[in-house]
């Protein structure tokens, strides 16, 4: 602003860096494991005091570049932090350096930071910088699944899933067991997931296969059974259903003979039965003609 008044004069202006504020980062890009603290490193070279010294942070996230946020603010004496940092940001020198640490790093934090200073009423020649900060994050526990016909001569698609890891993770698919076979992979979209398919399933194809994810800061791995039905065991089993069908179906004739027999058995008792009774009966009226026989001769 004084250069541009002072048009006269504005290669001296220019020239002479004593009069402007300048920024300088420490570097342009940084690397965090997650969890851990980073500094993002901010200097600036100013000739006037300190009193209206204004320092402004803001980040451009990697995971939502649309909605860029206020990280840390100095002004007025004051630090102001975002809420949703509170606790995590904090200038580490003020008011000489615009540096800043950031404690229990997240994935989300990755994005392009700016620093911004201000010191009126210093004109800047440089007022703001820019730092890259990448979190790195080991490969979460993939998720194994398979979809598909276990029938021999069936189609069988093995997928796995990743959902966090940076660097992205590099997925494998392999068999495991009964012999260790690798499997050619098809990435997906996000390239978070990896599928296999398996055409013309046999027996061959019943065994352990195991999904790893791996990137520079480590290996998870899922694992998946597949048990192919074959022909053999389709008649086997089918036998042995016959064989019960079979018993079943025998042991329930046993059983209508054996009522059958009970029947019979307890009909023909039933009928002599009564027989006896009347047998019982007729003796009876004879005994009694007979005592009346007696009375009436007495
Ligand atoms: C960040 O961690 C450092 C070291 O543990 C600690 O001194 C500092 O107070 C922490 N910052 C915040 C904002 O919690
Ligand atoms: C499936 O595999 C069987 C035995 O390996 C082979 O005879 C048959 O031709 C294959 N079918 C297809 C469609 O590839």
Not at 25 to 43: F, K
Not at 231 to 243: N, Y
Not at 270 to 284: A, H, L, M
């Amino acid at each position: 602003l004084i250069c541009t008044l002072m048009s006269g004069f504005l290669d001296s202006c220019l020239f002479s860096d004593s009069a402007a504020l300048t920024v300088t980062m420490r570097e342009n890009s940084v690397e965090a494991v997650r969890g851990d603290s980073v500094l993002l490193g901010c200097s600036f070279l100013t000739s006037t005091p300190l009193h209206r010294l204004n320092i402004v942070w803001t980040l451009v996230p990697s995971s939502s570049p649309e909605s860029p946020m206020q990280v840390i603010v100095f002004d007025h004496g004051q630090v102001m932090e975002d809420p949703s940092l509170t606790g995590r940001v904090s200038f580490t020198g003020l008011p000489w350096t615009a540096d800043i640490v950031l404690n229990d790093t997240r994935v989300s934090d990755s994005g392009v930071y700016r620093c911004m200073v201000n010191n009126p009423p210093e004109a800047a020649e440089e007022d703001v910088g820019e730092v890259v900060l990448t979190v790195l994050a080991p490969p979460s526990l993939p998720v194994c699944q398979w979809t598909g016909d276990v029938d021999v001569g069936g189609q069988v698609t093995l997928s796995c899933s990743v959902m966090e890891g940076v660097p992205t993770p590099e997925i494998h698919w392999e068999k495991v067991s009964p012999e260790e076979v690798p499997l050619p992979v098809d990435m997906e979209g996000d390239l978070l997931s990896a599928s296999v398919q398996i055409a013309n399933v046999s027996s061959q194809t019943s065994g352990q296969y195991r999904c790893s994810a791996s990137n520079l800061l480590g290996t998870e791995s899922c694992l998946v059974r597949l048990s192919v039905h074959t022909p053999a065991d389709t008649h086997k089993s089918s036998g042995v259903l016959q064989g019960v069908l079979l018993t079943m179906s025998m042991s329930a004739l046993l059983m209508a003979l054996v009522l059958l027999l009970l029947w019979l058995h307890r009909t023909g008792q039933d009928f002599r039965r009564r027989g006896g009774r009347r047998r019982r009966r007729e003796r009876k009226g004879l005994r009694f003609s007979a005592s009346v026989m007696k009375r009436s001769f007495v």
